[in-house]
């Protein structure tokens, strides 16, 4: 039996590798997490007086697999973007693309009239202009001074 001299600097050493190990998996997506959440997708919101202008980004979905629902207070936006099946014999496929199921429900900060709202789809980016209720519109809040 050979004696080995030992270092105290080499535990320190794996630990600082199991912990960058640990940060590998936040920087690259992991497709155990991928399967199985529901994604949020992010969303710019921009309140004018006469509108409340939305931005949503969904890249990679068609309009055809969304669905949009405006209440007089919300915006629910859900969709799936479905896998693309290939099928190959000799290669290995590695993919890191999200696949499945988003979804979002975005409170207003006022109402809004939820028969007139417009829709533009382009490039992976979802813009819907919701115009305010007239009540919200001309609403005018008087402040009592003491």
């Not at 590998?24 to 155990?32: E, G």
């Not at 417009?118 to 813009?127: P, R, S, W």
């Amino acid at each position: 039996m050979t004696l080995a001299r030992w270092n105290p600097w080499q535990e320190m050493n794996s630990l600082q590798r199991q912990i960058n190990h640990l940060f590998d998996d936040v920087l690259v997506p992991s497709a155990l997490f991928d399967r199985e959440f529901t994604k949020v997708p992010a969303v710019e919101l921009h309140e004018a007086a006469d509108a409340i202008h939305l931005k949503v980004e969904l890249p990679g979905m068609e309009a055809k697999d969304l669905d949009v629902q405006v209440t007089e207070n919300t915006v629910s936006i859900s969709g799936e973007r479905r896998t693309e099946t290939k099928t190959e014999d000799k290669g290995v496929t590695r993919s890191e693309f999200h696949y499945g199921k988003i979804q979002r429900v975005i409170p207003l900060p006022t109402r809004v009239q939820n028969t007139n709202v417009t829709a533009e789809y382009k490039d992976g980016i979802l813009n819907l202009t919701l115009p305010k209720t007239e009540q919200e519109k001309n609403k005018v809040v008087k402040i009592n001074l003491n």
